[in-house]
């Protein structure tokens, strides 16, 4: 994703949440986010059956 | 020599040497001098009885507020009762001395501080512990106390069992109660001791286990005591190593203790662990997107009061669409699958704990692979995938002119393997805690 689209994202999603940053936070939150995002896509690529689902109770 | 004659022993070393190593941030020597009197009474007897220790300040201890590594947690009233495993222990005739220094609400693998300071690691003071249980890893290292206990989301207990030359236990998931911890990630957060001996590291453990209820993730399991087993040898264990990923992404220390530890071990066969990258992205994802949860009103209310590298990663982590999550929790049981189908035909798996022995406090990057990465969230690569799913871990520690360690992988439920092996090599020398010069 670009600075600009981590960006939208961040001004959306900042006052949805109720959360206020300061400008000077700003590059470190779109730095994270960029590296969540594609952890995001690594996870979102595997493909799981529609009947794949999470242990209610997890016991490894 | 009478206990408390001992705990005053520990106390003034404590005192003399936590001014460089900033490993407690409270010392509760009262309540200690007072066990110790017990014990020398008579009235609380038990295979750790003497035994001083100290717990990474997320644990609850009576009449302290439990701070986890914050600033905005001292505000909280003083805790009413000691955690689970502080009490299992006590029990147990272990001596609480302290609380321990962390990085803030254990988003951090790093020992940094921003209010309380670095913790310091023994074996060079100008690098890091480890984190998040940076304190444990320092206090146990330097010598103040042979016992401390940590927390582990991510390898927040390997990590510092590495940097500092430790044993370590990270237990399966579900197998010690929480109770009276305080959270970071519900869906993967552990705790477990630090030691410098494997039978300090199982008598612990044994002490610690058995069911509570009040922790809805701990297992209705009876208690699988592993001291007597410690001595029975690798005979017969299926032990391999872990290729694919664990041979990427390291500096030359680590790959070369796990060679020492496998040509001990008399281990060649490489096994590759599926999907491992995936593991640990799926485990990041959870983690922010849970520890976000967690602190979104304090996030609100009162940001300027978090140490801001773990503020703005918890901002970030506010921002995960639900579908990533509930895929990753999703795949995290295709994991276990994959992995309980891995060990049907091993015993345990050899791995890196961290990528490098310690970097210096302060340093924000370092390069793996010809790749700058930051630090603070990259020394859990080679833990991360595997608490993901709660395989239990032992972190022995592989001698080098700094110290690192190297994973025991066991399957779930069966820390005992892990203990065994950790044993074997300590038995023959190949996995020894290391003393320092300066702290020993």
Known sequence: ??????????????????????????????????????????????PLPDEAEPAPVFEA | MTVRAAIEATLTNIAAKDRVLNAFTDVTAERALARADAVDAGKVTGPLAGMPFAVKNLFDVKGLPTRAGSAINRERPPAQRDSVLIERLENAGAILVGALNMGEYAYDFTGENLHDGPSRNPHDIARMTGGSSGGSGGAVGGGLVPLALGSDTNGSIRVPSSLCGLFGLKPTFGRLPRTGSFPFVSSLDHLGPLTRSVADLAAAYDAMQGHDPADPFCANRPAEPTAALLNQGIDGLRIVRAGGYFRTMQMPEATAAVDRICAALGVAAEVEIPEAARARAA???????????????????????????????????????????????????????????????????????????????????????????PVRPNMGIFTQPISFIGLPVVAVPAAGPMPIGVQIIAPAWREDIALRIARHLEATGAAVAQTTKDFP
């Open chain 1, 1 to 46: 994703m670009t600075d600009a689209e981590l960006d939208a994202i961040i001004d959306a999603m900042l006052p949805a949440l109720g959360l206020h940053a300061q400008p000077a936070w700003r590059d470190a939150i779109r730095m994270n986010l960029a590296v969540t995002y594609r952890m995001g896509a690594t996870v979102m690529a595997f």
């Open chain 2, 283 to 373: 485990a990041y994802l959870i983690t922010t997107a849970e520890g976000a949860a967690l602190h979104l009103r304090r996030l609100r209310e009162r940001p300027a009061d978090f140490d801001p590298d773990v503020r703005d990663r918890l901002i970030a982590g506010t921002m995960v669409p639900a579908g990533m999550v509930i895929q990753a929790q999703k795949f995290r049981r295709w994991f276990q699958d994959a992995m309980a189908h891995l060990f049907q035909t091993v015993d345990a798996i050899i791995a890196p704990a961290t990528p490098c022995s310690a970097p210096l406090i302060g340093q924000k990057t370092f390069v793996l692979d010809g790749v700058e990465l």
